[in-house]
């Protein structure tokens, strides 16, 4: 992962705040500024949580990718 503010920081700044959101990920695929992502967190334990949460997005994703494909 990496650290620091990345281009897409502010993005993911916005949504946290507007969201009230303890944890926000932000993905950007061919954007105006190229890909990247943003992860941002009120606590740093919750970080600990990204790779679970992604395999779950991911596995929801394939889910209803089989089911469009039917």
Do not use: W
């Amino acid at each position: 992962m990496s650290h620091g503010p990345g281009k897409y920081d502010p993005i993911c700044t916005k949504v946290r705040e507007e969201t009230e959101a303890a944890f926000a990920c932000v993905i950007i695929s061919h954007g105006n500024q190229g890909s990247g992502f943003s992860v941002q967190s009120v606590s740093p334990k919750l970080l600990n949580a990204i790779p679970d949460i992604l395999e779950s997005i991911a596995k929801q994703i394939r889910t209803d990718m089989k089911g469009m494909q039917q």
